[in-house]
Every structure is written in structure tokens, then in C-alpha cells.
């Protein structure tokens, strides 16, 4: 019997100390690692680190894209540090796009909120998955895949992301081959596109070389 009430003692003091560690707001000041921030002191943590504002309210869409995505990843929203979880804000006027794009750390299911949009992706076997959604509609882009969304309506379209990582990252394609300083020769050499097209996206999208 005291043998029992022994184990079941260090079992109950091992699942306080287990639960010591419920969250890690991150320390935007400090260094940040493959595992994510390091923790803001938790006597210092408010309700305030567990909620934010932003996604509330429209992204400027007077760009190329006539599109903008708010994010709440951890240098928006530091709450979810560690969490694997995060969610972004996507507006896209009449005419706008998304271009296509990965996000190298984690996967996204995308909730239309209002208007219409047209999403896809592209599977590593290069299969093609499509679909025109409506206001309450979700679609899944699994981690690492290239995607897109169009405006598919006459009106503004929204819709919010969530993604199953803190630091989902977001890179676009075109960016990556058209606003940087990789040489031309190289993106001609790599693309299978002429000299001309390449120039001519690069003076679009601020590249060089
Ligand atoms: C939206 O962005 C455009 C272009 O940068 C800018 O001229 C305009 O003032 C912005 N609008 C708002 C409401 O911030």
C-alpha cells in the first residue's frame, strides 16, 4: 500500500513539472533557431501575447498583385512560437492574384470568407488540382507544394490561412527568379526562357543582372 501511494506520488510530481512548459512567447530580441524564438520570461506574459488584431482588417491590395496577405506567423503574433500553428489574412481584389508560391514549412488549409477564388497546386508527380471555391469553402495545399490563388469574382475576395507551423515561410516563385540578382543567362539557362521575357519580368519585379 505506502509502495502504491509511492508511485503514485512521483507520478503526480512528474506530470506537474511535465506541464511547467505550456507555452514559449517568443523573445523577438533573441536569437532565432531551427526549434524557433526563445521564451519571453512567463511572469512577463500577458493575455495580450495569446490575441492579436491584425488579421482584422483589409491588406492594401494597390499593388502588381492587386492582392495582400497579412500574416499572423511569429514575428506578427509571437504567442505562437513553438505551437506549430499560425494563420494569415489573404485579400484579393477584382483581377488579383496570389502568385504561385510554397510555403517550406508547413502545410495550409485556406477558409473562404467572402467573394470567390480560384486555388490550386501542383503534386511532386506534377498533377494539377484545381478548384473555383465560394464563401465557406476550404482547400488544403500540402507542405512544400507549389500554389496559387486568383480572384474568381466581381468582388473583393477574402480568405484566411492557417498553417501547421509558427514559420510556415512564404516563397513566390516569380520573386525568386525575377526580383533578385541572379544573372539572366542563369534564369535563361534554368527556365528555357528567352533573353527578352527574363529582362523584361526582371524590370517588372525589381531584378538586376
Ligand atoms: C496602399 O498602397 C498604395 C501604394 O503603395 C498607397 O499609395 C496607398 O496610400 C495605400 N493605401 C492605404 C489606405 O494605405
Same mark, same amino acid.
Given at each position: 500500500m505506502i509502495h502504491i501511494l509511492f508511485i503514485l506520488c512521483s507520478l503526480l510530481t512528474f506530470s506537474a513539472n511535465a506541464a511547467v512548459q505550456d507555452f514559449c512567447v517568443a523573445d523577438l530580441k533573441g536569437p532565432e533557431s531551427p526549434a524557433g524564438y526563445s521564451c519571453k520570461p512567463a511572469a512577463t506574459v500577458t493575455v495580450d501575447d495569446f @490575441?492579436?488584431? *491584425? $488579421?482584422?482588417s483589409a491588406g492594401n491590395t494597390? #499593388? /502588381? /498583385?492587386?492582392a495582400a496577405v497579412t500574416p499572423a506567423f511569429t514575428e506578427q503574433f &509571437?504567442? $505562437? #512560437? *513553438? !505551437? *506549430?500553428i499560425s494563420i494569415a489574412r489573404l485579400d484579393v481584389a477584382v483581377g488579383g492574384v496570389i502568385p @504561385?508560391?510554397?510555403? &517550406?514549412g508547413g502545410s495550409e488549409l485556406l477558409l473562404v470568407t467572402q467573394g470567390f477564388i480560384q486555388a490550386g497546386f501542383i503534386s511532386s508527380a506534377n498533377t494539377v488540382y484545381v478548384k473555383t471555391l465560394k464563401k465557406g469553402d476550404i482547400m488544403l495545399f500540402p507542405q512544400g507544394l507549389l500554389h496559387f490563388q486568383v480572384n474568381a469574382g466581381g468582388v473583393t475576395a477574402v480568405a484566411y490561412a492557417s498553417f501547421s507551423s509558427a514559420t510556415p515561410g512564404l516563397q513566390i516563385l516569380d520573386f525568386a527568379l525575377f526580383? #533578385?540578382? !541572379?544573372p539572366s543567362k542563369l534564369v535563361e539557362a534554368t527556365t528555357f526562357l528567352d533573353d527578352a521575357t527574363v529582362k523584361a519580368l526582371k524590370a517588372v519585379l525589381g531584378g538586376t543582372g
Open positions: @490575441m492579436s488584431s *491584425g $488579421v482584422g494597390s #499593388n /502588381i /498583385i492587386k &509571437p504567442g $505562437v #512560437n *513553438g !505551437l *506549430g @504561385m508560391h510554397t510555403h &517550406p526580383a #533578385n540578382d !541572379l
